[in-house]
Every structure is written in structure tokens, then in C-alpha cells.
């Protein structure tokens, strides 16, 4: 779970199918309809490419607590652990595991200082979703109260508008929310609900499940694209116990890895002679939240 202190609720249409076709020419490597002007004489350097797979929260400060009483940090771990495997796997050999046992928000400050210190290619967060405390309901589990919502299963993916690479951001992410669709996933759309309260989101990608989260942390400090993964509910019930199972793991770290390849590659492929990367001013404003 994630939180928040407000949101921003305006985007014109315009606005976003402007995103879009931001995400695709970069996900593409080429602009919409316009011919290749040369071959792809570059290619994706993965032993180069540099990964950072952050475990969301700490052991202390764990996050949400799932239907069954387990912290969200216990998902999150294992989870990151396997993707990091997988990377290393594909060929991604320098991809680093992040941890902090700082509490937020020094914590999240120092994910983001480590990651640009080391000059990461990609950041991705790993969490697992819950929901506004006013949406879940009681339950016992094993005689031990507990609290669930069985609404809302699925992945969410978030960028920042704030991040360094903010289209890299929105095409990454656009690439795995693709690929965990391709693999069997959905993603969950009840951000966009007015029952969300201030923590309604912006869609910016409908296909794919990427949402708009300026004020994380980690995703507007981080000067490389930076994406967040709920990789899904742990308070929905059935999905819980899915999370729990090293065969979820597996599909959701297959598609972390797919997603990754496919981005490696999209930024080595020369467009018009220049390298697709594209770099914006860095943040406007203090890191508070
Ligand atoms: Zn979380």
C-alpha cells in the first residue's frame, strides 16, 4: 500500500492521448508513421544495463497488512528477490536489490540517493496493494481478527510526472503493465473511483494500468525512469494466497524481465542517428510528503 497526502485530478483527454503517443514512439524507438531511416545498428548492452529492484518498506515499518495478518515487506521481499534472480538470469547481471531499514522518509530519500549514485538504468519499486482503511472489512482468520476487501484484485503501476525520465517512465511502465497482461494479469482500475478519496489517481495508460503518483518518493527523486508496482492485493482474499505461491512470483518476475529487455533494447536502438533518451529538468519542489 501506498500513501498519500493529495491528489491531482485534471488531465484533458488531449493531455493523454498525447502521453500515449509519447509512450508508443518511445516504446517503439521510431515516431508513429514515420519509416526507419536506418537500420538498428545498436543493441541492448544487458550485462551493462543496470537495474534497481527496491523492496518496498522495511522490516520495521512493513507496510499494509494482508487479509491474513502477514506484513506487505514479507510479499515485497520474496517477490524482489525472484525478479532480481530473473534479471540476472536474462543477462541483466548488475541488477542490485535495494533495501533501507530507515524509516520513511529518510528511507525513501536514500533509495532514490543510492540509485542515482550508482547511475541505475531503471528503477523499479516492488509493493503490494491494499486499500482505504474505510473499504476493508473484519474477519477471523485462524481465530485472530483480520480485516480484508475482496473488491479490487489486480495489478497498478505508478510513474511521476516529477521523475528526471518522465517518458521513460510512462513507456516502461507501459511495457510491463503489457506484459503482466500477457501473461494472464489485470490490472485494477478502482483508483480511478470516486470512493478513492484523495487517493484517486490519474490514468495515464488505459491499456496498460499505469497511473499518475507525482509525490512518491522514490519515482520523482530518482533521475533514471522509475516505475512502481503493486503487483497486487494482499487484503483481497483469493489474491493473497496467489501472491504467497512461487508460481505468481514466477509470472510476475517473467514479466518484469520481459518488460526490461524490451525497454534495453528500445533505448540502444538509434533513432536518426541519436540514442532514444530523453531527459527533463529535475524536480521542482522539496521532497516532502
Ligand atoms: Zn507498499
Not at 547481471?93 to 542515482?116: F, M, S, W, Y
Not at 503501476?157 to 494472464?184: E, H, T, V, Y
Request: contains cysteine; aromatic residues 6%; positive net charge.
Amino acid at each position: 500500500m501506498i500513501s498519500v497526502r493529495r491528489a491531482r485530478l485534471a488531465p484533458s483527454a488531449f493531455v493523454a492521448i498525447a502521453l500515449l503517443c509519447a509512450v508508443r514512439q518511445a516504446a517503439d524507438g521510431q515516431p508513429q508513421g514515420t519509416a526507419a531511416t536506418k537500420p538498428a545498428a545498436a543493441s541492448c548492452q544487458r550485462s551493462a544495463f543496470r537495474v534497481v529492484v527496491d523492496v518496498g518498506h522495511t522490516v520495521d515499518v512493513p507496510g499494509a497488512m494482508s487479509a491474513r495478518g502477514v506484513a506487505e515487506y514479507a510479499f515485497n521481499l520474496a517477490l524482489a528477490q525472484q525478479a532480481q534472480q530473473t534479471l540476472i538470469e536474462a543477462g541483466f547481471a548488475n541488477t542490485v536489490l535495494l533495501t533501507t531499514d530507515k524509516p520513511p522518509p529518510q528511507g525513501l530519500i536514500e533509495r532514490a540517493t543510492r540509485a542515482n549514485a550508482m547511475a541505475a538504468d531503471l528503477f523499479i519499486a516492488i509493493h503490494h496493494d491494499s486499500v482505504p482503511d474505510n473499504l476493508l472489512q473484519n474477519w477471523d482468520y485462524q481465530g485472530q481478527p483480520n480485516r480484508y476487501n475482496d473488491d479490487y484484485p489486480g495489478y497498478a503501476l505508478f510513474i511521476s510526472n516529477d521523475n528526471a525520465d518522465r517518458a521513460g517512465s510512462l513507456a516502461f511502465g507501459r511495457l510491463l503493465g503489457l506484459a503482466l497482461q500477457a501473461r494472464g494479469l489485470h490490472y485494477t482500475p478502482h483508483y480511478t473511483l470516486p470512493l478513492m478519496g484523495h487517493r484517486r489517481r490519474e490514468l495515464l495508460d488505459a491499456e496498460a494500468g499505469v497511473y499518475r503518483y507525482d509525490q512518491l518518493i522514490v519515482l520523482r527523486l530518482t533521475r533514471m525512469p522509475a516505475v512502481l508496482l503493486e503487483a497486487g492485493s494482499i487484503v483481497n482474499r483469493d489474491e493473497e494466497l496467489a501472491l504467497g505461491t512461487p508460481e505468481r512470483r514466477a509470472i510476475t518476475s517473467a514479466a518484469i524481465a520481459a518488460a526490461v529487455e524490451d525497454f534495453c533494447q528500445a533505448r540502444a536502438r538509434p533513432v536518426g542517428g541519436s540514442v532514444v533518451r530523453r531527459v527533463a529538468p529535475p524536480p521542482r519542489v522539496p521532497a516532502t510528503r
